[in-house]
């Protein structure tokens, strides 16, 4: 009997098989990515509504205020006039309060941070690691939990006394400034970037008799500082909506910062709403600059953070 031999597979077919495998996959990639794309869309509409509520009831000057919508029935500055002459502390008092709030806040906090990080990242003692993940271990507990500790601390420091006017601003600025100098998120982000770095380079600046001041002034610095900016970003949002301490802590209302100064647009038996959100749009305000002006360094200091 003769032997049947199968036919030889044509080249043309593999490549056929081969362009219909790259078409599937091709195909399915683009129905995954259109599904990404819309539940990203879809999250990012929610969180961006709020804001954009908040932005068209500001420039309505009548309506519902709770019925939510797309169009505003009317635009108007109005709300704006009201409310920078509506509150009791002169709006532009607030948001300088808020300037010298955040330049100081800032300057202090990341330089604390920047050289408690230094330590624990390239210097070798005992209980290095286990200091540093004790400290880590506070960020389980709230905010709220030191407020009482914080409170009893700056009356004990006498921040609160009232001797002279000029005294008692710098004395009340730093009594909402120091309970935040110490951040935990600041300490590791740097303590990353750190990490990142070779270690050869300290040896050698160490070997040629420079100080660690030096090393961390001259080396540490300026190789950390997208991370340095982006904790920076942070700080200064922080520092910027800062509300319920300054609202505790300052018994002068002239020197509340412009979160915390919106409540004065809130009458005894009513609350100009209109007013309290266009507040609260020139609040958002500068936020959105620095975000705009630093997100090159913020995306990469987190991500030389993550890195290290």
Not at 244 to 253: E, G, Q, V
């Amino acid at each position: 009997m003769l032997e049947t031999r199968p036919a030889p597979v044509q080249p043309d077919s593999f490549a056929a098989a081969a362009a219909r495998l790259k078409a599937r996959r091709r195909q399915r990639r683009r129905l995954t990515d259109l599904l990404a794309y819309t539940v990203l869309i879809a999250i990012a509409l929610i969180m961006l509504y709020p804001f954009y509520w908040t932005l068209i009831t500001s420039l309505e000057p009548t309506g519902n205020i709770y019925e939510a919508k797309i169009v505003p029935q009317a635009v108007g500055l109005r709300n704006y006039a009201e409310m920078w002459k509506g509150t009791t502390v002169p709006f532009w008092r607030l948001i300088l309060n808020s300037l010298i709030i955040c330049t100081l806040g800032v300057s202090l906090t990341v330089t604390l941070a920047t050289l408690a990080a230094y330590p624990l990242a390239k210097m070798r003692f005992p209980g290095r690691d286990l200091i540093f993940y004790a400290i880590l271990a506070l960020m389980v507990l709230p905010n709220e939990s030191g407020l009482i500790v914080n409170y009893i601390t700056t009356i004990k420091l006498g921040l609160l006394q009232q001797t002279n006017p000029v005294i008692d601003a710098v004395r009340q600025y730093l009594a909402v400034v120091l309970p935040g100098l110490a951040s935990i998120v600041g300490l590791f982000l740097l303590r990353q970037a750190y990490l990142g770095i070779p270690q050869e380079l300290i040896e050698a600046a160490r070997i040629d008799g420079a100080p660690e001041l030096t090393i961390w002034r001259r080396i540490m610095l300026p190789l950390a500082t997208p991370t340095i900016a982006a904790f920076a970003i942070l700080e200064f949002v922080a520092y910027w909506n800062s509300f319920l301490w300054a609202r505790i802590m300052l018994p002068d209302k002239n020197l509340l910062p412009l979160s915390a100064g919106l409540l004065e647009l809130s009458g005894t038996f009513s609350t100009n709403s209109r007013a309290v959100m266009a507040g609260a749009v020139i609040t958002i305000i500068p936020i959105l600059i620095v975000f705009a002006f630093g997100q090159k360094y913020f995306m990469k200091g987190l991500e030389g953070a993550v890195k290290g």
